[in-house]
């Protein structure tokens, strides 16, 4: 079945650390998306893709990377400039029609 | 920065009664999504209604667009203890492809 895959669905970081959270999708859609989510918050645009090789920052891109090599895959780097990283982290995609599709979140926390 | 803004923030009903939830945002849209989302999990999408459509059903779901008001306003009729979940209306700017979610309305349906 197409979907939207992220792993892991928890990460732990120790303090300094780069950890890199993956996202990847067989709907064949063009854009990709990674927001995050604090609790009781809604969601924040870190960064957005909407085609190969080819990535924009959204609000809250300090601390993050992202790369955009392949159609399929959209991962994202939590870097040690990035001083509260802990959150519930969404990928999502979006084709022709419009409406996203998410994965099911990494929950990261810094310990 | 956030687009989208829910109202209320929390919503607490009897299982069989109607909730409404309403959306307000900022600037011209293209389309308004409405998501929902289940504690700690990944949203789905819901329903998308085009900056030209004022009225838009699906199943239990009715949404309206007031393009004039910048706002809108999701029904669910007959609701059920299972619609307990957190909804998020989502907007993109005519001059962007990126969504923007409001902080989402937590809606409590007791059985």
């Known amino acids: 079945d197409g979907g939207i895959t992220q792993s892991p669905k928890y990460l732990f970081r120790k303090e300094g650390q780069n950890v890199t959270l993956s996202c990847e999708q067989n709907?064949?859609?063009?854009?990709m998306y990674w927001y995050r989510q604090d609790p009781g918050q809604g969601l924040r645009l870190i960064y957005y893709?909407?085609?190969?090789?080819?990535?924009q920052k959204g609000d809250i891109a300090e601390g993050y990377s992202v790369s955009r090599e392949k159609k399929e895959s959209f991962p994202l780097t939590v870097t040690s400039a990035q001083k509260n990283p802990t959150a519930f982290y969404l990928c999502?995609?979006?084709?022709?029609?419009?409406?996203?599709?998410f994965g099911s979140g990494t929950r990261l926390t810094v310990v | 920065s956030q687009q989208g803004e829910e109202d209320p923030q929390a919503l607490s009903i009897q299982e069989g009664e109607n909730a409404t939830m309403n959306c307000s945002y900022k600037?011209?849209?293209?389309?308004l999504q409405w998501y929902r989302q289940n504690s700690g999990r990944g949203l789905v999408h819901l329903i998308l209604?085009?900056?030209?459509?004022r009225e838009k059903h699906s199943g239990r779901l009715r949404v309206t667009l007031d393009t004039s008001k910048k706002s809108s306003s999701l029904l669910i009729t007959a609701s059920r203890a299972a619609d307990t979940a957190s909804y998020f209306c989502?907007?993109?700017?005519?001059?962007?492809?990126?969504?923007?979610f409001g902080a989402g309305t937590r809606l409590t349906v007791k059985p």
């Open positions: 600037t011209s849209i293209n389309n």
């Open positions: 209604i085009r900056s030209n459509e």
């Open positions: 893709s909407q085609i190969v090789n080819d990535f």
């Open positions: 989502a907007t993109d700017a005519s001059n962007n492809n990126d969504m923007r």
């Open positions: 709907l064949n859609h063009d854009a």
């Open positions: 999502a995609s979006s084709g022709t029609y419009g409406g996203y599709t």
